[in-house]
């Protein structure tokens, strides 16, 4: 299931959870801009046991962007054979997808801090959608998420301290 939380503003939000278990989840929120070529955007995966967060994920204009990933699967509810898998340009969100029988989309999000962070760290959470009605809806909701207007963009000077 998923859910956009809020409206166009600094506060929106779109939170996917497990079907299977409601407890494992991802969320993208915090997004600011820097300029119109690019989105920055948090993700927070949850799972029972694990919270984990990487910040400033980047949507670039020209990039073979998550939106159209989503779309895809959403178009082939039917099904397909093998494993999807999309990527940003730095790594930082990777998802990878498989059908499953009676028509659900498993969708395995692995996040990991930018390769310079300290740590060097990755974590994956799977969350299971119908693959009709419920991936449609996602993948609306993160359309509308990383199209987010210029006008509504904070100034980098009106960004929180620490970003």
């Known amino acids: 299931m998923t859910s956009p939380d809020g409206d166009l503003d600094d506060k929106a939000r779109v939170t996917i959870r497990c079907q299977d278990n409601s407890s494992v989840g991802m969320t993208f ?3 600011f801009s820097f300029d ?3 989105v920055h955007y948090t993700v927070e995966a949850r799972a029972p046991g694990l919270t984990a967060r990487v910040t400033e994920v980047v949507a670039w204009i020209w990039d073979n962007d998550l ?3 989503l779309e895809e699967l959403a178009a082939d509810y039917r099904g397909w054979e093998g494993e999807r898998t999309w990527h940003t340009m730095d790594r930082d969100l990777a998802v990878s997808a498989v059908c499953r029988s009676g028509g659900y989309i498993g969708l395995t999000w692995t996040i990991r801090p930018w390769r310079s962070a300290a740590g ?3 974590t994956s959470v799977t969350t299971w959608l119908e693959a009709g009605e ?3 809806s996602f993948a609306a909701d993160i359309r509308h998420f990383l199209a987010w207007e ?3 963009h904070p100034s980098v000077d009106d960004l929180p301290p620490g970003r």
Request: charged share 30%; glycine share 0%.
């Open 150 to 152: 210029r006008a509504a």
């Open 29 to 31: 929120c915090d997004r």
């Open 36 to 38: 119109q070529d690019s």
């Open 67 to 69: 939106t159209t990933f």
């Open 134 to 136: 419920q991936m449609s």
């Open 120 to 122: 060097d760290w990755n």
